[in-house]
Nanobody, 129 residues
Framework: QVQVAESGGGSVEAGGSLRLSCEVS????????MAWYRQAPGKEREGFAT???????NYDDSVKGRFTISQSNGKNSVALQMNNLKPDDTAMYYC???????????????????????WGQGTQVTVSS
């Protein structure tokens, strides 16, 4: 059974930094795609960063240069370093795992949520101005 769990959310002032972590267990596939999504109140859940089993990363323009996705222990842990946070970054942040590397071939915001079979419960990030 695959389990995904995020941690590290919180409240920060604009310009500050946060680091989110995603722990994944039970994902027994040789190739995979991991992603971070976020959902602001009244808006759809949108992807903004991906990393595949070869370590290739991709970012939405809205976070490029400010956020960094990385992995450690192979597919067991995915982190998101967020710098220069803005009030528009306020949202619930979700980690997603998929059992195919090809999912990551698309831009993060183009990947439909159902492409990922495994999701965490989310962690709240609030950025005040």
């Amino acid at each position: 059974q695959v389990q995904v769990a995020e941690s590290g959310g919180g409240s920060v002032e604009a310009g500050g930094s946060l680091r989110l972590s995603c722990e994944v267990s039970g994902l027994d596939y040789p190739t995979y795609c991991m992603a971070w999504y976020r959902q602001a109140p009244g808006k759809e859940r949108e992807g903004f960063a991906t990393i595949d089993s070869d370590g290739r990363t991709n970012y939405d323009d809205s976070v490029k240069g400010r956020f960094t996705i990385s992995q450690s222990n192979g597919k067991n842990s995915v982190a998101l370093q967020m710098n220069n946070l803005k009030p528009d970054d306020t949202a619930m942040y979700y980690c997603a795992a998929g059992d195919s590397r090809t999912i990551c071939n698309y831009s993060p915001h183009e990947i439909v949520t159902w492409a990922f079979g495994y999701w965490g419960q989310g962690t709240q990030v609030t950025v005040s101005s």
